[in-house]
């Protein structure tokens, strides 16, 4: 016998993943729906969503980490969080090709964005690029290349730093000169042999402030 108001439940959760996805353009947690639909249990979340999976108004992949996805959701595709990139001083990482070898979360994106090219996205760290509408938090799409042109903003390994770092890039006569967005901040200026261009911005996700 169904206890009083879990039909209740069950949709004010499908109405929270709704508004969720709306605001945010990717999936929430277990506990993000726990807490945002006042639920006491996580295993009460996970019921409805074993209910809503069954009856076709959502999917999920068990092996992803956020891939709940809304049935009803048309021309989307699933773009993966790949890690952390800094809009200030280089954040460290191990290896040039770490950094985007294992995805965090998946971003559930309307096909406008991403069209038919291979994006992937970052989490933005710091804010040099604020003048250019990109705050800490938000969430820049990428798509793979090794080379830019003169103005683009691009996601640059620096070889001998180890860093990796999001900036516009100016080539100049024997140097490279990476440029913040951000007026209070100063350029990084390396020479060519020491860069590799790992990616060019095609759009953005703003957090919610």
């Given at each position: 016998m169904r206890q009083p108001g879990h039909n209740d439940t069950r949709e004010r959760i499908f109405s929270?993943?709704?508004d969720f996805f709306g605001e945010r353009g990717y999936a929430p947690t277990v506990r993000d729906i726990l807490k945002g639909c006042g639920i006491s249990s996580t295993a009460v979340v996970q019921h409805h969503l074993d209910v809503l999976e069954r009856e076709g108004r959502i999917h999920r992949d068990p092996a992803v980490f956020r891939s709940i996805r809304l049935a009803e959701k048309r021309n989307t595709s699933g773009v993966p969080l790949l890690g952390v990139i800094a809009a200030g001083q280089p954040i460290p990482v191990p290896s040039p090709d770490t950094w985007t070898s294992q995805t965090l979360d998946t971003i559930e994106l309307p096909q406008e964005m991403t069209g038919n090219r291979q994006v992937y996205a970052l989490r933005v760290k710091g804010q040099s690029m604020i003048d250019a509408l990109i705050d800490d938090g938000d969430i820049?799409?990428?798509e793979q290349a090794?080379?830019?042109q003169n103005g683009e903003m691009v996601a640059v390994w620096l070889k001998d730093?180890?860093?990796v770092t999001l900036k516009r890039i100016h080539f100049e006569a024997g140097r490279v000169i990476l440029k913040p967005a951000n007026r209070s901040m100063k350029p990084?200026?390396?020479l060519p042999e020491?860069?590799?261009?790992?990616?060019k911005v095609v759009g953005v996700v703003r957090k919610l402030r």
């Open positions: 929270f993943l709704h820049v799409l990428m090794n080379s830019a730093e180890r860093a990084i200026t390396v020491n860069i590799e261009i790992q990616g």
